[in-house]
């Protein structure tokens, strides 16, 4: 495998293929990874599955939702684009959220729309990284792109505000801003690797190391700063250790999420039942990352979460997030879903038959 010349780029269609299929097997890590969570606590095997996941899920969706959004531009339909698939199901989930959290735990609702429940952070950063993206963009230096540069900068500057945090998401828009700027070069980059056996070798031995550095610290493992949201003040560190912390973690979640796009299986054109089906699930992920939400909050009131101490108790989990992710992308539950998930899809539907319809891709 040559690293010094530009890959030749892969077949547009079988690109497309495998980054759904990568999509959907991120949205899986991101659904399990919520639901073991719950358990860390009580489970050594649920704290070490947390903290592995933990590692790179983040810059697994941003590098994905970075080279989806390669093309958005700042003009008003990017801008329609950003507040139908993205800001507009958010108000729809943040009500739904204030609901459940008073249903089942009491919680009087904020009606803080600047600050987000649980999971709900990732729709107002995808919304603030499409509209900073087509700006940076065109920063140039002598012909030389500058935008991947500029946004580090940005993200170590963001850990020395104190303040900074979940008010509109600003901490984790300008921390993965860089890898979301990056994704596109990344991604294309994986398109043409996976075809190299040895690539995808070495993707499997780097996620193995990093499971390998998760079990040699077990509860020792500092989960915090990859999760990107607070301050080196919050985090106790100075300014210089802080931002040291921040390009290691943001170094080690590209490399990790490069590896596991590398090491998913499957080959170009999805030729199986299972690829093709993964490839289709990998179009509709927005509805097991939303739906799951509100599910968990249930889930982490009821006795499911007790006595929570075998590894078969955290197996049962995972398998249980991998099943419920199938039935959310199953038709009759993107059906029924459609209005809460994508509103202006199941407006559309409604519309008179003379009317042009739109067709409507899960965001991201």
Do not use: K
């Not at 020792?220 to 919050?234: I, M, N, Q, V």
């Amino acid at each position: 495998m040559t690293t010094d010349a530009a890959p030749a780029p892969a077949h547009p269609q079988d690109r497309q293929t495998w980054i759904d299929q990568a999509r959907w097997a991120a949205i899986v890590l991101v659904v399990a990874g919520h639901a073991v969570g719950l358990l860390r606590t009580d489970s050594g095997l649920a704290l070490l599955a947390s903290n592995f996941v933990y590692m790179f899920h983040i810059p697994v969706l941003v590098l994905l939702a970075g080279w989806g959004a390669r093309r958005s531009q700042a003009g008003g339909e990017g801008l329609a684009r950003i507040f139908q698939q993205l800001l507009l199901p958010y108000v729809v989930f943040q009500l739904l959220a204030f609901g459940v959290n008073y249903l089942v735990e009491d919680d009087t609702p904020s009606w803080s729309f600047t600050e987000q429940t649980f999971g709900l952070w990732f729709l107002v950063a995808l919304a603030g990284w499409r509209l900073l993206a087509p700006w940076f963009r065109g920063l140039q230096f002598r012909g030389l792109p500058l935008a991947v540069p500029a946004a580090a900068g940005l993200a170590l500057a963001a850990g020395l505000s104190p303040q900074i945090g979940g008010f509109l998401s600003l901490s984790r828009i300008l921390v993965f801003l860089p890898l979301f700027l990056a994704g596109p070069w990344i991604v294309d980059r994986i398109s043409v690797w996976r075809r190299d056996r040895r690539a995808r070798m070495a993707g499997a031995a780097v996620l193995a190391a990093g499971a390998a550095v998760t079990l040699a610290l077990r509860g020792d493992f500092w989960r915090t700063p990859f999760l990107g949201s607070s301050g080196y003040a919050d985090l106790g560190l100075g300014s210089a250790e802080g931002m040291l912390w921040r390009l290691l973690v943001l170094a080690a979640g590209a490399v990790m999420a490069t590896a596991f796009m590398l090491a998913l299986p499957g080959r170009s054109g999805a030729p199986s039942r299972a690829g093709a089906w993964t490839a289709r699930a990998g179009q509709y992920t927005m509805y097991p990352y939303l739906l799951h939400l509100p599910l968990l909050t249930v889930v982490d009131a009821s006795p499911l979460v007790q006595s929570a101490g075998s590894p078969l108790h955290t197996a049962l989990f995972m398998a249980a997030s991998a099943l419920f992710c199938v039935l959310a992308v199953w038709q009759p539950v993107v059906a029924l879903a459609r209005p809460l998930v994508d509103p202006r899809a199941a407006w559309t539907a409604l519309r008179p038959a003379g009317r042009d319809r739109e067709p409507t891709r899960t965001a991201g």
